[in-house]
């Protein structure tokens, strides 16, 4: 077996017989990313109505199903004419903190199923059947870290309560989200990539971060586009104008 | 060598991908569409050029500090609780995946779609040891299930009609298809999501991985990458050295340049940056992660004459807009890159001696080298295997007589006029109705096509003749 040292020094060998092809450097980083983060949500916060506009656009290009509502408190109900437009019984759901709503009693009131993500990590069995009822659910809830008005894109970062799945196996997947994740360029999520990457991961924080571009979709047989090959069929972004209070969330 | 030569000659393969009438149909209609979709995708894109050039300068700094970068890596993935394996060889590369397997008693893994496992030939190995393989990308299933290889590197199956993929699924999975490809993805997504659920072992390649951060990256449509890397309790991705960015500031360049080469898309559909195993805090992920580094030739070719071929991408653009590859498809090039770069690519892995034929298989137009996202010339490389091939007399005899004559003759301007003078009397004998004959000895060459005929005044001549009429 290969060591990783003769790995190394086979291409450090290698490096010393090689000629550059050109002089190059990699991309220029932000040298304090927090603070660059920082000062680029407030210049976004003062033209977040365009970036709105365009994340629409570009949303509804890839297939996402747009809507607005003016506050928090309408989400729910938007929510259950969804369910009911599609005949579903089950929602899995972020927990209320991490969503910034909570949506489950007046799911539940209309006799929709809903499993709450749990915060912590519960025994083997019920994260056995936490799976099950994710992998059963017809609709999944999440919120969104990022909305990217370039490329239409909601970026979610998995953490405690905010498990990868709920926006992957329901055939329906529902992200909530408010003008705070709002940016324009994917050079902008490269500064919060890279201030989310600054110093060690917070306690919480979960080991994997999803670009979610629309539903799931292939074109595999005869270049046909189908959706709703593995992941969702359907995805709706739901835009709280008054904002959401997330309050597990850096 | 990872891959066994191909043996039967590139003319044959050609020969029977021409006398498809599907296929070259197929070919058609698919490598057209992704031209369209890749221009409509960049001229909405202005800044489009410049993130090129970026991405091609990233690339290059990258491969400058290779060793760097990579310690960088291992060190990041190993601190956030991964498993970093070295692995030279093909060979190697199956025998870590296979003790890993074997270590955790998996049964059957679930793969996302990867060239750098189908390069390994991995799914052999995996079944060998009892393991059974899963390709869970739609157009991998299907050719799994036909026991074939993937055609192009970003779309496997365009070779199959709707109808051949009903009676596939219907033959094979026992259940009635019809030839719809609506009805055809649902029973993949039932039959695939059993297997998601069930699988112990997850097997991905990774489109890049973040050297500062220690995260592999993969980009999917169809969200497989995305179940391969959550469900399974062991995810093991491969990739070759060449695929690490120094930072997640180099990686949004490379995202904004991949999906809209690919497919036109501004952004593939998932983005999947993966950070080691599940954390503590964390109800779902597997328990561990492991990342196997390839070799397999990549690292001698960083001061070979390939050493640009390691900046591809592999996001499949240089195959769509190649006159060859557009004719003949991915098989008949007999190894698994197809296409101009895959040409490369084979050179890289299985040496000059798998390229004799293939690297003629090109007519040097230069289309590649236009839509290669991070501008590779690949026609350059092309010529320079050429030469080797010639020069290492791995070339058949003839070819190399009669290219050593045609040199010496074309660089001694005496010897030149008379084998002029020389051919136009002998034409004069042979042609007929002003063409050429088929002769015997060039069979091959004049077979689908005419000799040329030597003009009746050289240019030379006609230049001597201006001179002398005082222009």
């Not at chain 2, 990872?2 to 498809?20: F, I, K, N, Y």
């Not at chain 2, 993949?188 to 592999?216: H, P, S, Y």
Request: aromatic share 4%; charged share 25%; proline share 6%.
């Amino acid at each position: 077996m290969t060591t990783r040292a003769e790995f190394v020094a086979r291409i450090r060998g290698e490096m010393a017989r090689a000629a550059a092809l050109f002089p190059a450097a990699p991309a220029e980083r932000p040298a304090r990313p927090r603070e660059r983060l920082d000062v680029l949500r407030r210049e976004l916060s003062e033209r977040w109505p365009q970036t709105l506009d365009r994340f629409r656009v570009e949303f509804e290009r890839v297939g996402g199903v747009f809507h607005r509502v003016a506050s928090a408190a309408e989400v729910p109900a938007l929510l259950e004419r969804l369910c009911r437009e599609r005949h579903a019984r089950s929602v899995v759901t972020w927990a209320a903190p991490a969503l910034g709503v909570d949506v489950a009693p007046a799911l539940e009131a209309a006799g929709i199923g809903v499993e709450t993500m749990p915060h912590g990590v519960p025994q083997d069995a019920e994260r056995e059947r936490l799976r099950e009822r994710v992998a059963r659910a017809d609709v999944g809830v999440t919120g969104a870290d990022l909305a990217i008005g370039e490329t239409g894109t909601l970026v979610l970062r998995a953490a405690a309560g905010r498990p990868r799945t709920t926006s992957l196996l329901p055939p329906c997947h529902v992200a909530v989200f408010d003008r705070g994740a709002l940016v324009e360029t994917l050079e902008q999520v490269g500064i919060a990539l890279e201030a989310w990457h600054d110093g060690p991961p917070a306690p919480g924080r979960g080991a994997v971060i999803n670009f979610i571009t629309g539903p799931s979709r292939t074109a595999d047989i005869e270049l046909t586009l189908t959706r709703g090959v593995h992941g969702p069929k359907e995805v709706h972004a739901v835009f709280v104008d008054e904002g959401l209070r997330v309050t597990d969330g850096e | 060598m990872s891959e066994p030569l191909v043996t039967t000659p590139l003319r044959e393969r050609a020969q029977a991908a021409l006398g498809d009438r599907f296929l070259h149909e197929a070919l058609d209609i698919a490598t057209t569409k992704f031209i369209g979709l890749r221009r409509e995708a960049f001229s909405g894109f202005p800044q489009g050029e410049a993130l090129r050039d970026r991405a091609r300068a990233i690339k290059e700094a990258t491969l400058q500090r290779l060793d760097h970068h990579l310690e960088r890596l291992v060190d990041n993935v190993e601190r956030l609780g991964g498993h970093v394996h070295f692995a030279t060889t093909a060979d190697e590369a199956r025998d870590i995946i296979v003790a890993i397997a074997r270590r955790t008693g998996a049964r059957m893994a679930v793969k996302s779609k990867s060239m750098a496992t189908e390069e390994i030939h991995l799914n052999d190995a995996l079944a060998a040891a009892g393991v059974t393989p899963v390709e869970t990308d739609l157009g991998e299933y299907i050719i799994q299930l036909a026991h074939e290889r993937p055609s192009h590197i970003i779309a496997p199956a365009i070779h199959k009609t709707r109808g051949q993929v009903a009676e596939l699924f219907t033959r094979e999975l026992g259940r009635e298809a019809p030839p719809d490809p609506e009805v055809l993805t649902r029973i993949a997504r039932e039959e695939l999501r059993e297997k998601f659920l069930q699988a112990d072992l997850g097997i991905t390649g990774a489109n890049f991985a973040v050297a500062e951060t220690g995260t592999v990256v993969l980009v999917t449509n169809e969200g497989n990458g995305r179940m391969v890397t959550s469900l399974p309790r062991v995810h093991v991705a491969v990739m070759g050295v060449e695929k690490v960015v120094p930072s997640m500031t180099d990686l949004m360049v490379f995202l904004g340049v991949l999906a809209k080469s690919a497919t036109g898309q501004k952004l593939s559909v998932y983005t999947t940056l993966v950070q080691g195993p599940r954390r503590p805090a964390e109800l779902e992920g597997p328990e561990e992660l492991h990342l196997v580094l390839l070799d397999n030739g990549r690292i001698a070719q960083i001061a070979g004459t390939l050493r640009e071929a390691l900046a591809c991408l592999r996001c499949g653009a240089c195959l769509n807009v190649c006159p060859v590859y557009r004719e003949i498809g991915g098989h008949a090039y007999g190894y698994t890159y197809p296409g101009p770069i895959g040409i490369l690519l084979t050179a890289m892995l299985n040496g000059p001696r798998s390229v004799k034929e293939l690297s003629h298989a090109s007519s040097l137009c230069g289309a590649c080298a236009d839509a290669c996202p991070v501008r590779i010339d690949i026609p350059r490389m092309l010529v320079e295997l050429r030469k080797e091939v010639a020069e290492r007399g791995i070339a058949p005899r003839r070819e190399r007589v009669v290219f050593a004559m045609l040199a010496r003759v074309l660089a001694h301007p005496a010897l030149y006029r008379l084998a002029v003078r020389m051919v136009r009397m002998a034409q004069r004998a042979l042609l007929r109705e002003g063409r050429a004959p088929r002769l015997a000895f060039l069979g091959e060459w004049t077979r689908t096509r005419d000799l040329p005929v030597a003009a009746a005044r050289s240019f030379q001549e006609r230049w001597a003749a201006l001179e002398r009429d005082g222009r």
